[in-house]
């Protein structure tokens, strides 16, 4: 599983580092610890995910928050929080 979000993971920031670039002028060296930093937080991330299929994978008993039961509304008229009326016209 964790070896899945690589590819993806690679897409989301170049499009994030474009769209950095864009917006707020952000220059290569002011890109650069942050970018140092994200890659921390991601190695930190990956290496929980694998500590947890790594968990689950050795043991009898599955880790995994209890399923909860989600309902939707059928009817237009209702506006979802945290939208307003306005935001349906």
């Keep these: 599983m964790a070896k899945s979000y690589t590819h993806r993971n690679l897409i989301v920031w170049q499009r994030s580092q474009e769209l950095a670039h864009q917006m707020i002028k952000l220059t290569r060296e002011e890109e650069a610890p942050l970018h140092t930093e994200c890659m921390e937080i991601m190695a930190i991330l990956k ?6 299929e790594r968990l689950e994978r050795d043991s009898s008993t599955r880790i995994r928050e209890p399923r909860e039961a989600y309902t939707f509304s059928t009817t237009l008229d209702e506006q979802s929080f945290p939208f307003t009326a306005d935001d349906y016209e």
């Design 47 to 52: 290496s929980k995910i694998l500590d947890l």
